[in-house]
């Protein structure tokens, strides 16, 4: 099967600590994306990362790291989080260059308490 | 303001009936996309335009980059097609960054 998964679908922490969210694509899509979407379902792009390159969102605290093994997977880690994060966090995937026609995981729901 | 903006907030049809969705750009978006998210919270990709028309079956969006705008035409709605519609636009030429309207949440009544 080819899609965009993640995992955890949900995740619920404490103000302070860190997590970690995986992302793998395997529709050979050369460009993947994190996007945050918030309890009123505003969709935020975070990160990009195509060819190694990485770009960033200069509103994206600097708590928030992507972290990328290969073109298969990029990851999210939060340093130390903090209540505003509370969100659903989208990994999404697109062939070629930028934002062509992205296709998004399922999700993961974090709750910080 | 409200770089793209999408109208109406929230939408209730009929089955069977038909209806259309509009985004606003402030921006001078080059391409448009329209989502659909789930009542599960998966979201899709409906279309994927540079200015102009597509039709896929009931759905048909059209993209007019010279006023600004951005359509999604609903035909015969079903009970499946519920849920938050999204727009989105790319923030320049080339740009990285899509632009998503707050949403349309769609609901498909028997």
């Known amino acids: 099967e080819t899609a965009v998964f993640q995992t955890p679908n949900y995740h619920v922490t404490q103000v302070g600590n860190e997590v970690s969210f995986n992302c793998k694509q395997t529709?050979?899509?050369?460009?993947m994306y994190w996007y945050k979407q918030d309890s009123k379902k505003l969709l935020k792009i975070m990160f990009s990362?195509?060819?190694?390159?990485?770009?960033v969102n200069e509103t994206v605290p600097r708590r928030f790291s992507p972290q990328s093994s290969d073109k298969a997977h990029l990851n999210l880690r939060i340093k130390s989080v903090e209540p505003e994060d509370s969100a659903v966090y989208l990994c999404?995937?697109?062939?070629?260059?930028?934002?062509?026609?992205?296709?998004f995981g399922e999700g993961t729901r974090l709750s910080v308490l | 303001g409200d770089k793209v903006k999408q109208s109406p907030s929230a939408l209730s049809l009929q089955e069977g009936t038909n209806s259309a969705l509009r985004c606003n750009f402030s921006i001078a978006a080059t391409t448009v996309q329209w989502f659909l998210q789930n009542p599960r919270g998966s979201l899709m990709n409906l279309f994927y335009?540079?200015?102009g028309t597509k039709e896929n079956g009931r759905l048909k969006s059209a993209f007019d980059s010279k006023e600004s705008y951005s359509t999604l035409h609903i035909r015969d709605a079903q009970l499946e097609d519920s849920g938050t519609y999204f727009c989105a636009a790319d923030a320049s030429s080339g740009s990285w960054q899509l632009i998503f309207g707050s949403g349309t949440q769609l609901t498909v009544m028997p």
């Open positions: 990362y195509n060819n190694k390159q990485l770009i």
């Open positions: 335009l540079v200015p």
């Open positions: 999404a995937s697109s062939p070629g260059t930028y934002n062509q026609a992205p296709l």
């Open positions: 529709l050979g899509h050369d460009t």
